[in-house]
């Protein structure tokens, strides 16, 4: 039967989709021996170097941006750009990779993987929020980011018009984010 490190571990994982990171499972006191060894024996799955999933724990429909948001080995790192998009339900947006924003000094010597984008930029604490636990930008960051990496205008306009309606955008705002960013013939009604 699994002992306490196993369910220090659990616990992590319940409010994270699952996943856990070597360097949160050190901080609560287990050592990477132990999750080695729980590996080992099949109690958790290694997904990527210092990234483990709880296969108890069933998958939700955050697993995937979690994961994507711990691979970088517990730096921050924050779902971004259309896939922030569609974590917020915010257009018709469907992109075919996680897109995640890390910090300009971010390294790392292993691949990233093909089911990742990795943009860099320092985001301040206002443009992060968390949904369901997961990390990723502020809606009108979010929306910016699209309009840069040159997002269509039909689906920055639903986004805007997504964001006032849910209240993430006044009214006033989403006006000036669509003088701003669309062309005159796509802004809002």
């Known amino acids: 039967m699994p002992g306490s490190s196993y369910e220090a571990v659990v616990a992590l994982a319940a409010d994270q989709h699952g996943y856990v990171t070597t360097a949160q499972a050190r901080r609560h006191g287990v050592s990477p021996h132990a999750i080695k060894e729980m ?31 711990l691979w970088p080995g517990g730096r921050t790192a924050t779902i971004s750009h259309e896939s922030a998009l569609s974590v917020y339900d915010l257009s018709d947006v469907s992109p075919d990779r996680i897109h995640v924003t890390v910090p300009p000094s971010y390294r790392t010597h ?43 205008a039909r689906l920055l ?33």
Not at 122 to 135: K, Q
């Open 39 to 69: 590996a080992k024996r099949g109690n958790i799955e290694r997904v990527s170097w210092g990234l483990y999933r709880v296969p108890s724990i069933p998958p939700s429909r955050y697993s995937e941006y979690m994961e994507a948001a």
């Open 110 to 152: 292993r691949d990233v993987p093909d089911r990742f984008r990795l943009h860099r930029a320092d985001l301040a604490p206002d443009e992060i929020r968390r949904v369901e636990g997961v990390p990723v930008t502020a809606p009108e960051r979010t929306i910016r980011d699209c309009h840069a990496g040159h997002v269509s």
């Open 157 to 189: 306009r639903q986004a805007i018009e997504e964001a006032r309606r849910e209240g993430y955008l006044t009214p006033e705002r989403a006006r000036e984010l669509a003088r701003e960013l669309l062309p005159t013939s796509a802004g809002l009604s």
